[in-house]
């Protein structure tokens, strides 16, 4: 089960992922901050598998903050960057940083249940352990 904390100041695009990702049967959202000082204080205490993580949060909080404190501290991490806008400058940060992927918020979005099945199939296939035991 890969767990997934979201990083998004949007009620809207909150309501939207958590839609798209919530019946997944490998995967369940596990937390959610709108701020850096709160995502940074989950995510130190409990890191996920998966950080789907706003580029641009409230108050001028920058998410990519997020991505450079964590990355060094908990490199399994996956992070999915989202963006309203993504600028080619925000695909290079995202990649010097060590994000997998910046999607669009308005067109993108719809990839990321197959973005996180496949990271899902590939635990499972590095770690077979990872598999529910069969019911009895």
Known sequence: MQKIYLIESSPETCDRLLALLGDMPHACIVGHAETVNAALTDLSV????I???????????????VLREIR???AHIA????????SDACRAL???LGALEVLDKKA????????????????????????????V
Do not use: C, M, W
């Not at 992070?79 to 993504?86: A, C, E, G, I, N």
């Not at 990271?119 to 990872?130: E, G």
């Open 72 to 74: 060094g501290r908990a």
């Open 79 to 86: 992070f999915y960057v989202l963006s309203d806008s993504p």
């Open 108 to 135: 993108g979005l719809i990839h990321l249940r197959g973005l996180i099945a496949q990271r899902a199939q590939s635990q499972v296939r590095a770690n077979p352990s990872t598999l529910p035991a069969p019911s």
């Open 51 to 65: 950080v789907l993580l706003d580029s641009k949060l409230e108050r001028d909080d920058d998410g990519f903050d």
């Open 46 to 49: 409990d890191p996920p598998d």
């Open 94 to 96: 995202a990649q010097q």
